[in-house]
Every structure is written in structure tokens, then in C-alpha cells.
């Protein structure tokens, strides 16, 4: 049950974002620009570090541990789900831009 409820978000989710991208319509109406800067710069210096690190080491043991045995069972079960109706705007070729 959950697992389905997990499904169902994700696709909740994914149409949502599918709807959003339809459900804006933007127009550019005015082109951008960058500022005019003059940069003048020295050069520098970056510290220095000396460092001292221990090291690690990592292994493989075999070891035992207890193991559930679960056996899971799954039924249907008819639900309702929510729908999405999507109008997307409408393209205005008559919008005069500046």
C-alpha cells in the first residue's frame, strides 16, 4: 500500500511539473546588458599548509548476523486518484512589444 502511495506521488509530482511548463507563457520585451567595468588587479600569494594525516585502512570479515524471514502478501484495492485538466495560455501574436 505504501509502495503504491509512493507511485502515485511520484506521478502526482512529474505531471505537475509537465502542467507547469505548459501553464507559462513569457514574452521577452526588452533585451539585456552587461555593465561596462574596468577591473585592474596585483598579483597575490596563497598560503601555505603542511599537514600531518593518519591513515585507514578497510577490510572484508565474514560474519553472521540474523536474517528476517518476511513473507509479504499483496491485494488490490480500487482507489480514487486525482485528475489534471491543463489549458495552457494562449499564444497572443497581437501583444505589441516595446
Known sequence: MKKTALILGGVVVVLGLAAASYMVDIDQT??????????????????????????VTVTEETATVPVPDVDVSVDQAEVTVPGIEITPPE?????ASN
Open 30 to 55: 526588452e533585451e539585456a546588458s552587461l555593465p561596462d567595468v574596468d577591473v585592474s588587479v596585483e598579483g597575490g600569494n596563497l598560503p601555505e599548509f603542511e599537514a600531518e594525516v593518519g591513515s
Open 91 to 95: 499564444d497572443d501574436d497581437q501583444i
